[in-house]
């Protein structure tokens, strides 16, 4: 049976830690999405749209802090945090999943091995039609990933689980009738209780949510042949690095991903030479802006993985100080 890696920490490692920083941008990431959806009517657009999508792509950033084992030591807890779905798309199981198989260093970026590259082998480019492959290079675009990556990734999804149930696995149906739940709470306030319109939900909030969200995926990863490389370092301002939990410094969360992500920064000062050099100076110093400026209109290189499905070749990782263990 195939291993993925499992970055959380166990019961034994965390007992007794709390991670109160991370709780308290909880607090607020829900009372700011109640208070938002609440006054909604009350508001312009231009208003609802920054802040809604800021919510929904920070409540996300709390998903992926959830995956891998934080702000508690009991799991159930950390997974009730982010029960509801604020961006209404992906189950929290299935994204677990996937993104703990991400982790897997020896083959990030392979889209054969890979779940959240948007590269495509050189066997499928060569059966892909010219619009496919013009949207390809469109999402490899900083404004098609924005624009045109959300409604990729849901119906990605979505079109993969109707796959799978026509092909007679239910395996998934206990996580989607979970999440169809967790969707409901959501829908419930925002329409029901707040008369937001569906439409509105979908403009506003969920779709810039993910599309926000999709800005720090944009780069993050790119295919080289040593692991090293693979992974970047954007030196972000405040608003954004809170955003993402500072995982905009992504050569320290991949090289220890069970640290909190209050700690990131510190342990990326201590160390920004090394991770530099790790990852053969894979690092925006400018920021989000320069990636805007380098790459909203052209795309950041090209959508067929030069190497897929070979063995990379390996780089040590000195910045890595805490173990991952496999779990079958």
């Known amino acids: ?71 508690t030591p009991w799991r159930w807890v950390n997974e009730l945090l982010v029960f509801p779905s604020l961006w209404l798309w992906q189950p929290y199981a299935l994204y677990r999943e996937s993104h703990l198989k991400h982790h897997r260093d020896e083959h990030i970026t392979d889209p054969s091995e890979d779940p959240e590259s948007f590269y ?94 999709l800005l720090r995926s944009f780069l993050e990863h790119q295919a080289r042949e040593n692991t090293g490389h693979r992974t970047a370092v954007v030196e972000a301002g405040p608003i954004m690095s809170l955003l993402f939990f500072h995982n905009n410094l992504h050569t320290v969360h991949h090289a220890e991903p069970r640290l909190p992500w209050y700690r990131i920064p510190g342990r990326y000062r201590a160390d920004r030479e090394v991770q530099l050099a790790t990852n053969g100076g894979y690092v925006y110093r400018g920021g989000y802006a320069e990636v805007f400026a380098r790459y909203l209109l052209w795309p950041k290189e090209g959508p067929v993985h030069p190497f897929a499905g070979q063995t990379p070749r390996h780089a040590a990782k000195p910045v890595s100080r805490l173990s991952v263990e496999p779990v079958i």
């Open 1 to 71: 049976m195939a291993t993925i890696l499992d970055n959380s920490l166990s019961s034994k490692d965390i007992k007794g830690r709390i991670e109160w920083p991370t709780l308290a941008v909880a607090a607020i990431i829900y009372s700011g999405y109640g208070l938002l959806t609440w006054f909604y009517h009350a508001l312009p657009w231009w208003v609802v749209l920054p802040l809604g999508a800021y919510l929904i792509a920070w409540h996300g950033t709390l998903q992926h802090e959830v995956v891998h084992g934080h702000p």
């Open 120 to 213: 495509v082998s050189a066997e499928t480019w060569a059966g892909m039609g010219p619009l496919s492959r013009g949207f390809s290079w469109c999402l490899n675009t900083l404004s098609g990933r924005l624009l045109l990556g959300p409604a990729h990734c849901v119906g990605k999804f979505v079109i993969g689980e109707i796959r799978r149930l026509a092909r007679g696995d239910f395996s998934n149906l206990g996580i989607l009738a979970l999440h169809s739940v967790a969707c409901a709470v959501v829908l419930y306030w925002a329409l029901w209780v707040c008369q937001i319109p569906f439409v509105d939900y979908v403009v506003f909030f969920a779709y810039p949510g993910l599309s926000l969200t």
